[in-house]
């Protein structure tokens, strides 16, 4: 068990509306990682963080926005959420398994649906 | 630009009968090679990894998986499948030297058990 969890597990939303999804850690793990998950696309990278207030994009950063402003939480934001941002997603953090790499180790996942 | 192909999105397979679900990456650069499984309604767990060392990589639940560099393959096998492995199954590749550590992710199978 990793220590992450994940709030709110579920969501659904209306068009044109903010929606805040959060990730929190209980082990002080330097990066943590956003993705969205849709059938046939395995998993997308939306944002990572690399440390307190070091955030980079990913693959799929368009009408997302994220924040760190303490090591065990990381933050999504859905500016005006769209039905194409209906997903599942997940968070992820990375743990030092040795020889110059880290392994990636998942939250339970939120389900969001835009409506 | 490294890229992941499971050539396989469902593999259907009778109880007891052996698996194998395929995974090809782009590109001939170091890498580190994993596998993840997600159980239904689930979040993705570590199934096994490879590093460094013995091409041949046991991981839990019984399942191993072979680093085949000329092929630029990482396979994943069980010799006999259960019912309790019904899930979906993912590959994913990390360049050697990527200093955050992002991972590429294939579509992901679906193994599906047939009793």
């Known amino acids: 068990d990793a220590g992450i969890t994940q709030s709110p597990r579920h969501k659904v939303t209306e068009t044109g509306t903010p929606v805040t999804l959060r990730c929190h850690q209980t082990?002080?793990?330097?990066?943590m990682y956003w993705y969205r998950q849709d059938p046939g696309h395995g998993l997308r990278l939306i944002h990572y963080?690399?440390?307190?207030?070091?955030?980079d994009k990913g693959e799929v950063s368009d009408g997302y926005s994220v924040s760190r402003s303490k090591t065990e939480d990381f933050l999504l934001t859905l500016e005006s959420a769209t039905s194409s941002q209906t997903s599942v997603y997940f968070c992820?953090?990375?743990?030092?398994?040795?020889?110059?790499?880290?392994?990636?180790?998942f939250g339970p996942g939120t389900r969001l649906t835009v409506l | 630009a490294q890229s992941v192909t499971q050539l396989d999105s469902q593999v259907p397979v009778f109880e007891e009968a052996p698996v194998e679900l395929r995974c090809n990456y782009s590109?001939?650069?170091?890498?580190?090679l994993f596998w993840y499984v997600q159980y239904p309604n689930q979040g993705l767990q570590l199934l096994l990894k490879?590093?460094?060392?013995s091409t041949l990589v046991k991981g839990i639940n019984g399942f191993e998986a072979e680093f085949n560099k000329s092929q630029t393959s990482f396979h994943l096998r069980k010799p006999s499948v259960h019912i309790s492995d019904t899930a979906e199954y993912f590959c994913?590749?990390?360049?050697?030297?990527?200093?955050?550590?992002?991972?590429?992710w294939g579509a992901g199978t679906k193994l599906i058990i047939k009793p």
């Open positions: 992820a953090i990375s743990v030092s398994a040795g020889a110059g790499t880290d392994t990636q180790y």
């Open positions: 490879y590093l460094s060392g």
């Open positions: 590109s001939s650069v170091s890498v580190y």
């Open positions: 082990e002080n793990h330097r990066y």
């Open positions: 963080s690399y440390g307190v207030k070091d955030t």
């Open positions: 994913a590749v990390s360049d050697l030297g990527d200093s955050n550590y992002q991972l590429i």
